[in-house]
């Protein structure tokens, strides 16, 4: 069964940056969608980036110009690169993979897109 294992996320001033791996392992991941999303107390569930098993990517507005997202394929690994971190970044981070049957791309940011689900890692940023 796949898993997907998230690193640890960190507590950053405004204007500071992080990055985020997911890594997976039990599947064919360069078979797969991948997706970043996070939740913040008291608000639901947003989609923050995903990205094909082909390489292309969709962005959450709020985030656009301002995160990465990006997969080594040899590394069975996910990442978001985060820069210019905000106060409103603030919240548990989550990756998501399902296998890549075709969608379009703006149902990357869908939570319903993808079965499987790494554990959340915090990510704080402080004004």
């Known amino acids: 069964q796949g898993q997907l294992v998230v690193s640890e996320g960190g507590s950053v001033q405004a204007g500071g940056a992080l990055r985020l791996s997911c890594a997976a392992s039990?599947?064919?991941?360069?078979?797969?969608?991948m997706g970043w999303f996070r939740q913040a107390p008291g608000k639901e569930r947003e989609g923050v980036a995903g990205?094909?098993?082909?390489?292309?990517?969709i962005y959450a507005d709020s985030v656009k110009g301002r995160f990465t997202i990006s997969r080594d394929n040899a590394k069975n690994t996910l990442y978001l690169q985060m820069n210019n971190l905000k106060p409103e970044d603030t919240a548990m981070y989550f990756c998501?993979?399902?296998?890549?049957?075709?969608?379009?791309?703006?149902?990357?940011?869908?939570?319903?897109?993808?079965?499987?689900w790494g554990q959340g890692t915090q990510v704080t940023v402080s004004s």
């Open positions: 998501a993979a399902n296998f890549e049957n075709w969608r379009p791309i703006l149902w990357l940011l869908r939570g319903e897109s993808y079965n499987f």
């Open positions: 039990g599947y064919t991941y360069s078979n797969y969608r």
């Open positions: 990205i094909r098993s082909a390489g292309s990517a």
